[in-house]
């Protein structure tokens, strides 16, 4: 599918390039998340292939004298395979950052659409044999998804601390007489339900909102008051001088 849409965006008129260029980009996003997944029952120990994706040092010097921002790094594609002596590099890519759509030089900006679309070129390039697979070949069992902890653990109450203080809740009136402000923001719920699903499909395909309260209920009882939210769980704000 991902490719006939790929061709049907080459081939389309101008008019409809906006719309077709969407719809391919939602597509290889889904099909680098599941095909990630299909690497690792493909070959889980590294003994033919394997794909890495990291942040590194900028591979070109600043053109002017100016200390090193860490944060400005590239980011590397890479394909290994096991050698004597030590893993072989057959494929690497890199992206550096680009100033972001909104215009501020300070943030380190990656094209989700660009990374998404030269790591599809580069599994395509070296592992073929993953590309015949079946849709779902050895995805789905009985069991429960062993990566369901690293929802209920981690993803989902680091989301609900970062976007909760963007997030108004309604009062509702106790015993129909004491109004009182409300624990949770339902939209919340939903919101992090649905960014969860489009992201990590293969985990949260399932996911509803009343999971997503569930686990923030049982999160906030043992949660320490005074814990970091929003902006300040990663020490700096985006509305103040950070260059």
């Not at 599941?34 to 033919?48: H, I, K, M």
């Not at 203080?165 to 939209?187: A, E, I, M, N």
Request: charged share 25%.
């Amino acid at each position: 599918m991902l490719c006939r849409e790929e061709q049907r965006l080459i081939a389309a008129v101008p008019q409809e390039h906006g719309r077709r260029a969407q719809v391919t980009a939602i597509l290889r996003h889904q099909f680098i998340q599941y095909f990630r997944v299909a690497l690792q029952q493909w070959d889980p120990t590294g003994e033919r292939r394997w794909l890495s994706t990291s942040f590194v040092a900028p591979s070109q010097a600043p053109a002017r004298a100016t200390p090193s921002d860490l944060a400005r790094r590239d980011l590397v594609i890479e394909v290994w395979e096991p050698a004597e002596g030590g893993p072989r590099l057959l494929d690497r890519v890199v992206m550096p950052p680009e100033p972001p759509p909104w215009g501020d030089i300070r943030v380190a900006y990656y094209d989700p659409w660009l990374a998404d679309r030269l790591c599809a070129d580069v599994c395509r390039r070296h592992f073929r044999e993953v590309m015949r697979r079946r849709i779902g070949q050895d995805w789905w069992s009985g069991r429960p998804s062993t990566g369901w902890p690293m929802l209920t653990r981690y993803a989902i109450p680091m989301m609900y601390d970062y976007l909760h203080p963007f997030y108004r809740v309604r009062s509702y009136r106790k015993d129909r007489v004491y109004l009182t402000p409300g624990h949770y923001p339902r939209q919340l719920f939903r919101d992090i339900s649905d960014i969860l699903q489009a992201e990590v499909p293969h985990l949260a395909a399932d996911l509803t909102e009343a999971q997503v309260q569930a686990v923030v209920q049982r999160y906030l009882q043992n949660a320490p008051i005074d814990r970091a939210r929003g902006f300040d769980m990663f020490g700096i704000r985006l509305d103040r001088e950070t260059a």
